[in-house]
């Protein structure tokens, strides 16, 4: 466990995570960083979009206008692409939770977690309160959040046990990002840093793997507890300090900020499904391209994993949840329709019994030397037999999406565009994407992208 020290005054590592924080100028972040920020935010708002047809989005947006209504002094931020009104911590509460529901989203392998959505929903309540914020500003947030939530991520996995859920450190990044556009100083930051990491759920990842709700990846607590952070440390609420900041036994995730960009090295899903999935049905595509296959050919398939992925659901699931945290089901689907999309983890392809199938012929194997690869690697292999006898393998299979290779612009963009255009209309979907793709030039405002997102 992380060892507890006594802390009067911040270590001298603090000076420079602060200023780093608060100050680091726009124009040092290397261009790619900055690039690479512009379209994991596209790819995130086009998740956010499709997200609003689950039911845990629908909830969590009406328990926010319920509950977490803004005083009559406070900012106030509309719900994007529904735009009614909560407070700041509110409407991170509801857009990370419907975010956080349809697991799409980007990530760092040795976090074994997400940080972008948490960071988005954020930024998006952050610039709510802004009188103005521009895209560079914003894209320059959104780096300073995914540098400083994936060393919290680091640092605690290094110094803890127990496998927590992203929520339990991408809360820091959403501090870390408020800190910056309100303006904070260093004490205050120091405290926000301390509440939002005193406060994150440290909820255990493999509890809710084997029991899928809408809980999640525990990020649905960790962006508000973040955004609530600054908020309370800005009216002068003290925190402890930050364990995975300022302790001695996590110095070692900190020694490369502002030299090695964390920011750069993510993967972004194809598909809405765990990540340890992935490589499973990158597996079964390549096997159903090469051979030409078909349901009714297939007698069995046998996925080859690490730990963690054979700990996914081999069942037919029963709700959207059950179906993103499995592994037969996506599987399945990928050999039956050749993608694993949206509809593939609603309720609505439940019933399809050419899927129920192909589930039910499906079982994990833990392969050892597979497993001795993760986290830093994610793979994975397919072994299907067929009716006629043959057997065929994928051998073992990387999954898509990244850290190498990236997924290119236009691979980015693709996918926005099928995500959004689930449930936007062409015009819109275009609009947005314009607006995402233009936050680098000098004239452009976060807040207009605002607009066209809350906009009905």
């Not at 328990?63 to 529904?82: K, Q, Y």
């Not at 593939?344 to 597979?370: P, R």
Request: proline fraction near 5%; hydrophobic fraction near 40%.
């Amino acid at each position: 466990m992380t060892k507890t020290q006594t802390l009067p005054n911040p270590p001298q590592s603090y000076e420079s995570i602060s200023t780093f924080i608060l100050s680091y100028p726009q124009q040092k972040i290397p261009r790619k960083t900055l690039q690479t920020a512009k379209l994991l935010v596209l790819d995130l708002i086009g998740v956010l979009a499709a997200a609003t047809k689950l039911e845990a989005g629908l909830i969590a947006r009406n328990h926010a206008v319920n509950h977490w209504a803004a005083g009559p002094s406070a900012p106030a931020a509309r719900l994007l692409f529904d735009g009614r009104q909560t407070s700041l911590p509110g409407f991170s509460f509801a857009m990370a939770t419907q975010l956080d529901n349809l697991d799409a989203h980007d990530g760092w392998q040795p976090s074994r977690g997400h940080a972008g959505a948490a960071l988005l929903p954020a930024l998006c309540a952050f610039a709510e309160g802004c009188e103005e914020l521009s895209g560079q500003d914003a894209l320059a947030a959104m780096v300073v959040g995914y540098e400083i939530a994936y060393r919290a991520a680091a640092a605690l996995h290094s110094t803890v046990e127990d496998y927590h859920t992203s929520g339990a450190w991408n809360s820091l990044g959403c501090t870390a990002m408020g800190a910056r556009l309100r303006g904070l100083d260093k004490t205050q930051l120091r405290h926000a840093l301390g509440i939002a990491e005193y406060h994150s759920p440290r909820s255990q990842m493999m509890r809710e793997i084997a029991n899928p709700t809408m809980l999640h990846d525990g990020t649905g607590w960790g962006a508000p507890t973040g955004v609530y952070a600054v908020l309370v440390a800005e009216d002068g609420f003290k925190g402890a300090p930050a364990a995975t900041i300022e302790f001695e036994d996590a110095a070692g995730a900190w020694s490369d900020l502002e030299k090695n960009w964390l920011t750069t090295q993510q993967y972004i899903k194809p598909y809405p499904i765990c990540r340890w999935a992935h490589a499973p049905i990158d597996a079964a595509l390549k096997l159903r391209e090469e051979y030409s296959l078909t349901s009714d050919m297939i007698e069995s398939v046998s996925i080859e994993t690490f730990e963690y992925s054979a700990a996914l659901s081999v069942d037919v699931p029963t709700t959207t949840s059950r179906a993103q945290y499995a592994i037969a089901w996506p599987v399945a689907a990928a050999l039956a329709r050749g993608c694993v999309g949206v509809d593939e983890v609603l309720e609505t392809s439940f019933t399809d019994a050419e899927l129920i199938a192909l589930t039910q012929k499906t079982n994990t194997v833990v392969d050892a030397e597979i497993d001795a690869s993760f986290p830093e690697h994610r793979l994975a292999r397919v072994v299907i037999t067929l009716n006629d006898g043959r057997i065929l393998d994928s051998g073992i299979t990387t999954a898509s999406g990244g850290p190498d290779p990236q997924p290119t612009e236009e691979e980015v963009v693709k996918k926005y565009r099928d995500y959004a255009g689930s449930a936007l209309a062409p015009a819109r979907v275009q609009q947005i994407e314009s607006a995402v793709l233009s936050l680098d030039k000098d004239n452009a405002s976060f807040k207009d992208l605002m607009d066209l997102m809350v906009a009905q």
